[in-house]
């Protein structure tokens, strides 16, 4: 099979993006209530408040931060897998008359139409309600260049439909080591150009947001004297906080990444505060140990209120596609309780139970696409990892259960795959797994997956 380019790739996949595969692998739209219980989380009939949200100063431009921020990666799509655009409205709307005010974009997010949707529904509001944060995802070597980096720069103005952006990333910087951040960011003037931007009033707060190898973020804390960051985005939940290099060799465990701010006093922005959806996708019986402390509460706002908990942290990004996310998150930060230090050490046995399941640490950011060869590697991953945190997943022909599951697991894998996408395609070119923030080796876990699969289909397993 002939490697493809992104956009035939999107065309022949048909959804135009697969950032819905999973949700969507799961239920339809008329079927989100299932889909969301199927996450193993559960939303009450309480009231959403709309004047209790917990805000965070920046101790450099004194913005009042909504804790809980609007991460603009997971848009709703219609059902040919455009952009919703009224959906998009209807959500924007309803965060900002709730207390949301933070909203991440980036050109690299939904096909390159994240910033413009985005501006199109924040634009509908005054300009001093809301900040918007953008980035500069200059990935592609072609982007490199001074004018190119500034072209992608200029156009996220344009987009966004403003003429100030409130904070400005560095985006994924440590991806590649320091080779790769000086060719993006040293070598092309670029860096020194956004602090120009910044002096001249272009961009209120200037920062980067950290993947991979921790040289990279030393360097840059290192320099904070001279380049004065004024946030920085990390990755951090319950799991990565003592067990981030655990899963990620290159990276450092959140502990250290957030005390290293806190020393020089930079706010902290939080992405996958879920993990990419895991830790509100969790097997059955940790979910029932979270419900046995707080009944009413959701998995998913455990792993927010820990990152609410840390008082270094400006704002925490939730992607929320449905109304449903929406309001329960409101709901956790208004306000945001912190958490005793038993429920701190509940939450890190709990982190240690997940750890023990054989899951991918994949979370779906879709940096991996388009597989030159057309495999659909989150959705795999996505597929394989519920059925383990389900137990659905077979785990030898001498389980009484096997027929059954066997039978459920193949049917349901071939319905979420079409057979050109599944993982026996997977050639170990490798071209996917530069690009993971996780530092997943991707084709070995294709592989894998494909053996477990194949003798599935053999009755070997």
Excluded at 78 to 86: E, V
Excluded at 111 to 131: F, K, N
Excluded at 251 to 256: I, K, T, V
Aim: a neutral charge.
């Amino acid at each position: 099979m002939e490697p493809i380019n992104r956009r035939e790739f999107l065309k022949k996949l048909g959804l135009g993006s697969v950032a819905m595969a999973g949700t969507a692998m799961l239920a339809s739209c008329g079927e989100e209530q299932k889909a969301q219980r199927a996450l193993g989380t559960t939303y009450s009939e309480r009231e959403v408040p709309t004047d209790k949200m917990t805000y965070r100063t920046n101790p450099t431009t004194g913005d009042k931060v909504s804790l809980l921020g609007y991460g603009m990666m997971r848009l709703p799509q219609d059902k040919d897998g455009n952009i919703d655009q009224d959906q998009v409205n209807k959500l924007v709307d309803y965060a900002l008359a709730h207390g949301v005010n933070y909203f991440d974009t980036s050109p690299a997010y939904c096909r390159g139409v994240c910033e413009s949707a985005t501006g199109i529904a924040l634009s509908r509001h005054p300009r001093d309600s809301y900040y918007v944060a953008a980035k500069l995802s200059n990935f592609n070597p072609k982007q490199y260049s001074h004018e190119e980096s500034v072209k992608m720069y200029r156009k996220s103005f344009e987009y966004l439909r403003v003429d100030v952006i409130d904070y400005y990333l560095l985006h994924s910087v440590g991806g590649g080591g320091m080779k790769n951040f000086s060719e993006r960011y040293l070598n092309n003037g670029m860096l020194d150009f956004l602090v120009e931007e910044r002096a001249k009033g272009h961009i209120r707060n200037l920062g980067f947001s950290y993947h991979g190898d921790v040289e990279v973020f030393d360097w840059c804390l290192a320099n904070h004297d001279k380049y004065h960051w004024d946030f920085v985005q990390i990755q951090m939940n319950y799991v990565d906080w003592r067990h981030g290099y655990e899963q990620n060799k290159r990276n450092q465990d959140a502990l250290y990444l957030y005390t290293e701010l806190e020393k020089r006093g930079i706010p902290a922005v939080i992405m996958e505060p879920l993990l990419g959806g895991r830790l509100s996708n969790l097997p059955t019986h940790v979910i029932e140990r979270l419900k046995e402390r707080r009944p009413q509460d959701s998995a998913a706002s455990w792993a927010f209120r820990f990152c609410g908990h840390w008082p270094g942290v400006l704002t925490a990004l939730s992607g929320m596609t449905y109304m449903e996310h929406l309001q329960d998150n409101i709901r956790t930060f208004s306000p945001c309780e912190p958490l005793s230090q038993e429920e701190l050490d509940f939450l890190e046995e709990t982190a240690q139970l997940i750890l023990h399941y054989p899951t991918v640490p994949c979370n779906e950011c879709q940096y991996c696409m388009p597989c030159p060869y057309g495999i659909d590697i989150p959705t795999i991953f996505h597929y394989y990892n519920k059925c383990v945190n389900e137990g659905s997943v077979p785990r030898s022909n001498e389980d009484p259960e096997y027929f059954r599951l066997r039978r459920n697991y193949l049917i349901g894998y071939d319905r979420a795959l079409p057979k050109v996408r599944q993982a026996d395609h997977c050639v170990g070119c490798n071209a996917c797994s530069p690009h993971c923030p996780q530092n997943i080796r991707i084709p070995r876990e294709l592989q894998r997956i494909d053996r477990f699969v194949e003798n599935l289909r053999q009755f070997k397993f």
